[in-house]
């Protein structure tokens, strides 16, 4: 589910919940969070319309350099990463 607010929590929930998130996001894909960071951080310098085209930009410059080899090793990094969190 994607959406504003997917999840709530107990105040003393909250800290804890949000460290988790952000260590494995961090340990997901690396590069690509940077360059999520980057265009966000880009980002905030431009009017909206401007933001979306640079967004649409990238997001093809990207395209355009993934291999067949990199979307198979991510695919088992996703499923290994999705093992891990099921426990």
């Known amino acids: 589910r994607w959406g ?4 709530v929590y ?3 929930e909250l800290v804890p919940a949000a460290m988790k998130l ?4 961090c340990g997901s894909q690396p590069d690509l969070l940077k ?3 980057a265009l966000i951080d880009d980002g905030y310098g431009m009017n909206f319309a401007a933001a979306l ?3 649409v930009k990238r997001s ?3 395209s355009e350099s993934v291999t067949a080899d990199a979307v198979e090793e991510a695919r088992k990094q996703v499923t ?6 099921q426990g």
Not at 22 to 25: N, Q, T
Not at 80 to 85: E, L, M, T, V
């Open 4 to 7: 504003l607010v997917n999840r």
């Open 10 to 12: 107990e105040a003393d």
């Open 35 to 37: 360059q999520y960071k």
């Open 60 to 62: 093809i410059a990207h």
């Open 22 to 25: 952000a260590h494995d996001m």
């Open 80 to 85: 290994a990463r999705g093992r891990d969190q």
């Open 53 to 55: 085209k640079e967004e």
